[in-house]
């Protein structure tokens, strides 16, 4: 039964080939230091689905929003783990993709013919560091609010543009409702889906090429 | 690039894959396994430390020092260092906007400036040694982060340090390695490993002394309540001190008597249906926080008053008046204001007076008041405060002004026969068992703590029963 479905499937979909061009391939020899790729990965994975669950209580307006956590915490069952997981997760993301680069860097694995991959990745690590940013404001609690109110008036002092830079962050010259509810967006749909649409070119991109192996002295 | 370099290349790569492995089964087990751990070190955080509880934002409360997330506390520290610098440090967008694009951008295009095919770690010590030193100096101005920058006045050696070890030394490092790179050709790759790491060593070496000789400022714990009941107990303890004076404890005054510039204004008792079912939280919040101009109600939020009560603060003044009055709402059961005392305990200032204190007697014995000098609001200001400090509290005897007051005696003066303190507190006498505590701590000499007070205690030993 059970091989007759597969069959129909495979048939369709072309499991077998999926198979052989994703999982069933040769690589060079790995350690540990391989595995920061699809650990940050894992990452985001984990961030999508805490934060999901936590967009199901949250509430972005200053009203509500700290409120709203505070009930994810107290009121929730194992609100307090999912939250603190995506809290903690996202410390831990940003650290992890950081050492992935420079591992990258020092094994020299963005040179030919994987200089495209390099480049996604770096779009990767600044919008990873831009979903802790505006994932920090969404608690608006003091530190959220005054953090980001320093983050953004950095962001002003841009030559020329800083200012509109400054209202566009801000929805105004002030951090208000509006702030939280950009924030709220770019944090759960903009980002997000660049992040999605940015992970699977480099997939695609590594699955291409194959893992880079270790240099050697002749390399 | 070559095409026959590209064509090394990928031979190169085709023998790794002959002697490499497969990438499912084998990497994959490997990935899982990390996966894995940082699962299990996330559950862990996150039950054992778990997110810090930070007050509401307050968007009028300007002397909260904002602290960003910690991955960008380095470019916090570059900022403030650089901004020492004199002339340039005040071109702000140079550290702001410049200096990080043209970091971001020299990693963006890495890959088309380095475009020598060698990848082995030997033939590319520049590259490496410009990285270690950037990331050592990340790590160093995080650590950094808490120390001040500068003191203000005169030689501030740990400020010289930071900017020494944060901004000079890899400023000169990094211009060295690249003339050794780009200028003397014929460098020999041990001088750049050699000045790569004295550089590291010197940096760490500063970071350390800064950190040995300027200890970081404590960052200042705020409590927040976060249980129903704390949140309960912190909005009577807030009443208590802010409200009481003209509300009364159960808000139920009409008229405002003993308090200066409000005497004999007449308000609406804030404990009835009138207020509670009238005004939803936020509007309660919001009387509290801007007042009522109108209606003799002064402002209690740090709009208008530096001192004045957080957003937070407000918060659990509300909630605290919905529970206690409210009758749509049910007090949860609370804690006692102090632990009930055992035959022969003696009660300590820490736990048991400084609760009571608080709630009854700090609303009007605290600065700025009319209490006779006498401030109530730490244990030494209680034992040596105030115009009659001598009579107040006497260890041991049940004559001292305080204890002659709490019990609805008033005090005369012994010249001319007037009242010199009237019954405290002034509209109602605490409960008999407050009353009792506090005589208990003034007759066994007042002790401070918990252990203090225990060595006076005579609690019978409980006896082994056979």
Same mark, same amino acid.
């Given at each position: 039964?059970?091989?007759?479905? %597969?069959?129909?499937?495979?048939?369709?979909?072309?499991?077998?080939?999926? %198979?052989?061009?994703?999982?069933?391939?040769?690589?060079?020899?790995?350690?540990?230091?391989?595995?920061?790729?699809?650990?940050?990965?894992?990452?985001?994975?984990?961030?999508?689905?805490?934060?999901?669950?936590?967009?199901?209580?949250?509430?972005?307006?200053?009203?509500?929003? %700290?409120?709203?956590?505070?009930?994810?915490?107290?009121?929730?069952?194992?609100?307090?783990?999912?939250?603190?997981?995506?809290?903690?997760?996202?410390?831990?993301?940003?650290? !992890?993709?950081?050492?992935?680069?420079?591992?990258?860097?020092?094994? $020299?694995?963005?040179?030919?013919?994987?200089?495209?991959?390099? /480049?996604?990745?770096?779009?990767?690590?600044?919008? @990873?560091?831009?979903?802790?940013?505006?994932?920090?404001?969404?608690?608006?609690? +003091?530190?959220?609010?005054?953090?980001?109110?320093?983050? @953004? +008036?950095?962001?002003?002092? *841009?030559?020329?543009?800083?200012?509109?830079?400054?209202?566009?962050?801000?929805?105004?010259?002030?951090?208000?409702?509006?702030?939280?509810?950009?924030?709220?967006?770019?944090?759960?749909?903009?980002?997000?889906?660049?992040?999605?649409?940015?992970?699977?070119?480099?997939?695609?991109?590594?699955?291409?090429?194959?893992?880079?192996?270790?240099?050697?002295?002749?390399? | 690039?070559?095409?026959?370099?590209?064509?090394?290349?990928?031979?190169?790569?085709?023998?790794?894959? +002959?002697?490499?492995?497969?990438?499912?089964?084998?990497?994959?087990?490997?990935?899982?396994?990390? $996966?894995?751990?940082?699962?299990?070190?996330?559950? /862990?955080?996150?039950?054992?430390?778990?997110?810090?509880? &930070?007050?509401?934002?307050?968007?009028?409360?300007?002397?909260?020092?904002?602290?960003?997330?910690?991955?960008?506390?380095?470019?916090?520290?570059?900022?403030?260092?650089?901004?020492?610098?004199?002339?340039?440090?005040?071109?702000?967008? /140079?550290?702001?906007?410049?200096?990080?694009?043209?970091?971001?951008?020299?990693?963006?295009?890495?890959?088309?400036?380095?475009?020598?095919?060698?990848?082995?770690?030997?033939?590319?010590?520049? $590259?490496?040694?410009?990285?270690?030193?950037?990331?050592?100096?990340? !790590?160093?101005?995080?650590?950094?982060?808490?120390?001040?920058?500068?003191?203000?006045?005169?030689?501030?050696?740990?400020?010289?340090?930071?900017?020494?070890?944060?901004?000079?030394?890899?400023?000169?490092?990094?211009?060295?390695?690249?003339?050794?790179?780009?200028?003397?050709?014929?460098?020999?790759?041990?001088?750049?490993?050699?000045?790569?790491?004295?550089?590291?060593?010197?940096?760490?070496?500063?970071?350390?002394?800064?950190?040995?000789?300027?200890?970081?400022?404590?960052?200042? &714990?705020?409590?927040?309540?976060?249980?129903?009941?704390? +949140?309960?107990?912190?909005?009577?303890?807030?009443?208590?001190?802010?409200?009481?004076?003209?509300?009364?404890?159960?808000?139920? *005054?009409?008229?405002?008597?003993?308090?200066?510039?409000?005497?004999?204004?007449?308000?609406?008792?804030?404990?009835?249906?009138?207020?509670?079912?009238?005004?939803?939280?936020?509007?309660?919040?919001?009387?509290?926080?801007?007042?009522?101009?109108?209606?003799?109600?002064?402002?209690?939020?740090?709009?208008?008053?530096?001192?004045?009560?957080?957003?937070?603060?407000?918060?659990?003044?509300?909630?605290?008046?919905?529970?206690?009055?409210?009758?749509?709402?049910?007090?949860?059961?609370?804690?006692?204001?102090?632990?009930?005392?055992?035959?022969?305990?003696?009660?300590?200032?820490?736990?048991?007076?400084?609760?009571?204190?608080?709630? %009854?007697? !700090?609303?009007?014995?605290?600065?700025?008041?009319?209490?006779?000098?006498?401030?109530?609001?730490?244990?030494?200001?209680?034992?040596?405060?105030?115009?009659?400090?001598?009579?107040?509290?006497?260890?041991?005897?049940?004559?001292?002004?305080? /204890?002659?007051?709490?019990?609805?005696?008033?005090?005369?003066?012994?010249?001319?026969?007037?009242?010199?303190?009237?019954?405290?507190?002034?509209?109602?006498?605490?409960?008999?068992?407050?009353?009792?505590?506090?005589?208990?701590?003034?007759?066994?000499?007042?002790?401070?703590?918990? &252990?203090?007070?225990?060595?006076?205690?005579?609690?019978?030993?409980?006896?082994?029963?056979?």
């Amino acid at each position: 039964m059970w091989k007759k479905f %597969y069959a129909w499937l495979d048939e369709r979909i072309g499991l077998d080939s999926l %198979y052989k061009a994703t999982l069933d391939r040769p690589e060079p020899k790995g350690n540990w230091w391989n595995t920061l790729g699809s650990a940050s990965l894992f990452l985001f994975l984990l961030q999508g689905a805490t934060g999901i669950f936590l967009a199901i209580y949250y509430t972005p307006s200053p009203d509500h929003a %700290y409120d709203s956590i505070q009930y994810i915490m107290t009121g929730v069952q194992f609100g307090w783990l999912i939250r603190g997981i995506h809290h903690w997760g996202s410390s831990l993301m940003v650290l !992890v993709v950081f050492i992935h680069m420079v591992r990258v860097f020092v094994t $020299a694995s963005y040179k030919y013919p994987r200089e495209l991959t390099w /480049l996604i990745g770096i779009g990767l690590l600044l919008m @990873t560091v831009g979903m802790g940013f505006t994932g920090y404001l969404l608690p608006w609690n +003091q530190k959220a609010f005054w953090a980001t109110t320093v983050g @953004t +008036q950095i962001a002003g002092s *841009v030559p020329f543009i800083g200012d509109f830079i400054l209202k566009a962050l801000r929805g105004g010259t002030d951090l208000s409702a509006l702030t939280l509810q950009r924030f709220f967006a770019a944090h759960i749909w903009i980002l997000p889906a660049l992040l999605v649409a940015l992970i699977g070119v480099h997939l695609f991109l590594i699955i291409k090429h194959g893992e880079s192996q270790f240099p050697e002295k002749e390399d | 690039m070559k095409e026959e370099q590209k064509k090394t290349i990928k031979e190169r790569y085709e023998q790794s894959l +002959q002697k490499g492995e497969r990438f499912w089964p084998d990497s994959i087990f490997k990935d899982a396994i990390m $996966a894995l751990g940082i699962f299990l070190l996330l559950v /862990l955080l996150a039950t054992f430390i778990g997110v810090p509880v &930070e007050p509401k934002a307050d968007p009028s409360d300007s002397s909260y020092v904002p602290r960003p997330e910690w991955y960008f506390l380095f470019l916090f520290k570059f900022l403030a260092i650089y901004g020492q610098i004199p002339i340039l440090g005040k071109i702000e967008w /140079l550290a702001t906007v410049i200096i990080p694009i043209i970091y971001i951008g020299l990693l963006t295009v890495l890959p088309f400036i380095d475009r020598s095919p060698k990848r082995y770690y030997g033939k590319r010590v520049f $590259a490496i040694g410009i990285m270690a030193i950037i990331i050592v100096s990340m !790590v160093s101005l995080t650590l950094i982060s808490n120390i001040p920058t500068t003191s203000g006045e005169g030689l501030y050696i740990a400020g010289i340090l930071q900017t020494v070890g944060g901004l000079v030394v890899p400023l000169a490092a990094y211009i060295l390695l690249a003339l050794m790179n780009f200028a003397f050709k014929k460098t020999p790759a041990k001088a750049m490993v050699w000045t790569t790491v004295v550089t590291i060593v010197l940096m760490i070496g500063l970071t350390a002394g800064t950190m040995l000789l300027a200890p970081s400022v404590a960052s200042e &714990e705020v409590e927040v309540a976060t249980t129903l009941e704390d +949140q309960i107990n912190a909005g009577q303890d807030l009443y208590s001190v802010q409200c009481v004076e003209c509300h009364g404890d159960d808000g139920s *005054v009409t008229t405002i008597t003993g308090v200066e510039g409000l005497e004999g204004k007449v308000i609406s008792p804030i404990n009835g249906r009138d207020i509670l079912y009238t005004l939803n939280d936020a509007s309660m919040a919001e009387v509290i926080a801007y007042g009522r101009p109108d209606a003799g109600m002064n402002p209690f939020g740090k709009a208008y008053n530096p001192e004045g009560l957080t957003k937070s603060e407000i918060d659990y003044i509300v909630i605290f008046m919905r529970y206690a009055w409210d009758d749509r709402f049910e007090m949860p059961p609370m804690k006692p204001l102090f632990p009930a005392l055992a035959e022969g305990e003696v009660p300590s200032y820490d736990v048991h007076i400084a609760p009571i204190v608080k709630r %009854y007697c !700090v609303s009007c014995h605290r600065a700025g008041k009319d209490n006779n000098n006498f401030l109530m609001t730490s244990y030494e200001e209680v034992l040596t405060t105030g115009d009659n400090a001598e009579n107040n509290l006497l260890p041991g005897s049940l004559d001292g002004y305080l /204890l002659t007051v709490i019990q609805g005696t008033e005090i005369l003066d012994p010249a001319t026969g007037e009242v010199l303190i009237q019954q405290m507190p002034p509209t109602k006498l605490m409960k008999q068992d407050v009353i009792d505590a506090f005589i208990l701590w003034i007759m066994n000499g007042m002790p401070r703590t918990a &252990e203090e007070a225990r060595a006076l205690s005579t609690i019978p030993e409980a006896t082994p029963t056979p």
